[in-house]
């Protein structure tokens, strides 16, 4: 079944020497300037807050603290990435989502996305910890590395699994069970888990276009207070 299946089109970070230096950089002040992930596309209306500051615009480069909200409007889309492992978010419009990690000696251990509406896809290459996302009816635990997570309003829960493994636990039940590539498994607020093959028809698209190069420069200081410039360039991917 997932060999016929369309495989939906979402941005990657470059495989540069260039990049794995940016993100080492980045990383490497994450925890001290409890700054955990950054934006790299912004399309539409997308809003950040952090701790008790105002809602605010989010914009390509924006770097996102521990803790931080993130809301998409209905024509917003954004992505983005943990500057510890290049693990990718993707949120598509309407959705709301809460960002975390847990560090331990300076080092993370444990990723989380607290959902309560709306439809993410999780690109995971290399993780360090572990990588929960937690939604009204489930927790899902990532074994996978490619994956959708749609939160309806009343609490459904849908996990779209196109590559690896991702183990979903019922919040109401207990129960626990594993979706594997090329299974769409739900959890609705009864606590029940229904798992089957992928419906083509139910995997979410980006509706962004292919092809396109981008390059963007971010500015931040140092341990020292130096003022450095980090470069981030991507592009879009089938």
Known sequence: MLNNLKRPRYRKILPTLMISIVIFALGSIAVAANEIAVSIIVKGRVDQKTASLPWAELKMGDLLDE???VKTGTDGFTSLIFTDDKSQVK?????EIIISTDV???????????MQVGQIFVDLDKPK???????????????GTEFWILVTSDGMTQIITLEGVVEVTSRTTGE???VGAGNSGRVGPDGNIEIEEIDEEEVPTFGI????????EIQFQDEEGNTKRAIIQYRTEE
């Open 67 to 69: 803790g931080d909200f």
């Open 91 to 95: 949120i598509r419009p309407d959705s």
């Open 104 to 114: 331990q000696n300076g080092e993370t251990v444990g990723k989380k996305i607290s």
């Open 129 to 143: 910890g572990s990588f929960i996302i937690a939604t009204p009816t489930s927790i899902a635990s990532v074994k």
């Open 176 to 178: 626990t069970d594993d």
């Open 209 to 216: 276009q292919e092809g396109d190069t981008e390059r963007i």
